[in-house]
């Protein structure tokens, strides 16, 4: 059985940090780690996943010292547009990852 965990809180950090110990990825050394948010579009959330929230995800993600870390989506209409206009190369740039354009995949 999966197990589903809900954190109600108006502290997106906070949330974030009790995702990852509810979850207990205690280490993601030697792992390719894919960060997926949801942008739908670049509209502000909810339609789109928080600035704040991809941040502390990232920055939990990084201290747990995956081999690589990458943050990858695809939106509409034009997914390199909306990781344009969502600053999203600069905020993985912070934390050392990779940007995946999932329209550019085979």
């Known amino acids: 059985m999966e197990k ?3 954190f109600a809180t108006t ?4 949330g974030v940090a009790q995702s990852f110990d509810a979850l207990a990825p205690a280490s993601l050394a030697g ?3 894919l960060v ?3 942008f739908n579009t670049a509209d502000p959330t909810p339609g789109s996943t928080h600035h704040d929230t ?5 920055d939990g993600a990084r201290r747990r010292n995956p081999k690589a ?3 990858g989506d695809r939106s509409a209409p034009e997914t390199a547009g909306v990781l344009r206009e969502k600053g999203v190369h600069a905020l993985a740039s912070a934390y050392e990852a990779e940007v995946l354009d999932f329209d550019l995949l085979p």
Do not use: F, G, M
Request: proline content about 5%.
């Open 36 to 38: 997926k948010p949801n």
């Open 31 to 33: 792992k390719r780690t």
């Open 11 to 14: 502290e997106r950090e906070a």
């Open 4 to 6: 589903v965990y809900v």
């Open 54 to 58: 991809l941040s502390a995800i990232l």
């Open 69 to 71: 870390l990458a943050v």
